[in-house]
C-alpha cells in the first residue's frame, strides 16, 4: 500500500536520497502509522475494558503512545526537510535524531504506566472475560503490526533513516507484546488461573526495554558517533585520484543529519610542489569530494620530504621508540628542517581515540626521547587522535 501511495504522492519515488522524497516518504509513512495505531488503540481498549483486561488496555494504551510517536515522527521528517538559515546554518536535518529521542521517551514513559498499573491489579486482582471478539482484534492487530514493521524497515533502509528504524523496532516488539496478551486472555480463560495482570507486567517491561535500546540508537548520531568505514574508504579513494596527492588521513566527519556531511582531512603531497600547483591538486580534490558525495570539504596538506638515508634512518628510530614505548602509537608527517643551531626534527603522533593521557605531557615524553636518541634535533611534536 505504501508503495501505490508514494508513486501517485512522492515525485521522483524511487530517488530515496533526495531531501524532497526522503520527507515525502517519512510524511508517508507517519500518517500511516497514525491511523493504524489509532484504530488498533481504540479497538484494542474497547474489548479490554468490556473483558476487564489490564493486558489488553495495556497493549491499546501502548498503541495509543505509538500514534503520538508517528505525529513526532512526521515532525521530525518535516522540519529536517528546511532549509538553512541564519540561526541554522548546517540546516535541521538533526531533527529527525530529536524525534527519535522523543519517541524513545515518550514509549518508556509508556512502559513504566504499564508496570504501575500492573502491579496494581496484581494486588488487587479482578476476573477477566475475553470472548471470542478480544481474540480477533488482537489476532488482527499482530498482522497489522508485521505489516507496520516490514514497510518502516524497509524504508528506514533505503532512506538511512533511524527515525523509521526505530519504528520498525517498536512495531516488531509490539508484536511479541501482543502475543503475550493473547496467551495470557486464553490462560485465564481456560483455566482458573488469573495470570492477566502478570501479562502486563510483561508488556510493561518489554515496552521499557524496546524504549531504552530506541534512546541508545537514536541518540549515538546527536552525540557523534564513528563513520561508516565504506564512507570513509570513498573519500579516500575520492581525494587520492589527482595525480600529486599521495596518501589521505586525520579524517574527520560531522553529520548535521541527512544528506548534510563536512569532513576535514590531511593529505600528503611532494614537499617540492610550488603553492600554486598543491592549492590546484587540493580544491580539485574538494571539488570532487563534494560533486560525488555531496560533503563540503577541508584539506590540510602535509609536504612530504624525499626519502634520504638521513630520514630513512630517522623515521625507523621514531619508529621504534614508538614500539617500545607507546605500541598502539602511530607515526605520520616526518620532516627535517633545517635551520641553526639544530636542524628541527617535525613529526606527528596519532594515538587511539580513547587515549586518556594529557596530549601536553605526551608532547613532552615524545622530545625527551628524541633529545635523548637523536640530540642532534630539536623537535616539534604534532599529537593527533585517530578519529576512524
Request: charged share 20%; hydrophobic share 45%; proline share 4%.
Amino acid at each position: 500500500m505504501i508503495h501505490l501511495l508514494a508513486k501517485w504522492l512522492i515525485d521522483n519515488y524511487k530517488d530515496y536520497q533526495d531531501p524532497a522524497t526522503r520527507r515525502g516518504y517519512g510524511i508517508l509513512c507517519g500518517v500511516m502509522g497514525i491511523c493504524l495505531n489509532l484504530l488498533q488503540s481504540v479497538a484494542k481498549l474497547i474489548v479490554g475494558l468490556l473483558a476487564g483486561s489490564v493486558a489488553i488496555v495495556a497493549d491499546g494504551v501502548n498503541n495509543f503512545s505509538d500514534a503520538a510517536s508517528s505525529v513526532i515522527t512526521l515532525w521530525g521528517f518535516h522540519n529536517a526537510g528546511r532549509r538553512a538559515d541564519e540561526d541554522h546554518p548546517f540546516g535541521h536535518g538533526r531533527s529527525e535524531y530529536v524525534a527519535g529521542v522523543v519517541v524513545a521517551v515518550l514509549v518508556m514513559a509508556i512502559g513504566v504506566e504499564i508496570l504501575k498499573e500492573s502491579i496494581t491489579k496484581m494486588i488487587h486482582p479482578e476476573p477477566v472475560t475475553p470472548g471470542l471478539l478480544s481474540f480477533l482484534v488482537l489476532g488482527g492487530s499482530v498482522l497489522l503490526k508485521l505489516y507496520m514493521w516490514a514497510y518502516n524497515r524497509s524504508y528506514g533502509k533505503k532512506l538511512h533513516s533511524p527515525t523509521l528504524g526505530a519504528v520498525a523496532v517498536d512495531s516488531i516488539s509490539d508484536v511479541f507484546v501482543t502475543l503475550v496478551v493473547i496467551v495470557a486472555m486464553a490462560v485465564s480463560k481456560f483455566s482458573s488461573l488469573n495470570v492477566d495482570a502478570y501479562g502486563g507486567f510483561l508488556v510493561g517491561l518489554f515496552v521499557l526495554y524496546m524504549g531504552a535500546q530506541s534512546m541508545r540508537e537514536t541518540i549515538s548520531p546527536l552525540l557523534g558517533v564513528k563513520p561508516e568505514t565504506e564512507f570513509v574508504e570513498q573519500v579516500k579513494e575520492i581525494v587520492c585520484r589527482p595525480e600529486q596527492i599521495l596518501d589521505a588521513h586525520n579524517i574527520i566527519v560531522h553529520d548535521y543529519g541527512h544528506g548534510v556531511r563536512f569532513v576535514s582531512l590531511d593529505v600528503e603531497v611532494p614537499g617540492d610542489m610550488d603553492l600554486f600547483s598543491i592549492h590546484d591538486e587540493v580544491d580539485f580534490a574538494e571539488h570532487l569530494l563534494r560533486k560525488e558525495l555531496g560533503c563540503r570539504a577541508v584539506i590540510h596538506y602535509d609536504p612530504v620530504m624525499e626519502e634520504t638515508e638521513e630520514l630513512s634512518e630517522v623515521r625507523a628510530t621514531l619508529v621504534g621508540l614508538l614500539q617500545e614505548h607507546f605500541e598502539s602509537f602511530e607515526l605520520k608527517d616526518i620532516r627535517i628542517i633545517p635551520q641553526e643551531p639544530k636542524d628541527k626534527l617535525v613529526f606527528e603522533v596519532y594515538v587511539p581515540i580513547d587515549y586518556a593521557g594529557a596530549e601536553q605531557d605526551l608532547r613532552k615524553e615524545l622530545k625527551a626521547l628524541v633529545q635523548t636518541t637523536m640530540p642532534q634535533f630539536s623537535a616539534r611534536v604534532t599529537v593527533e587522535h585517530k578519529y576512524v
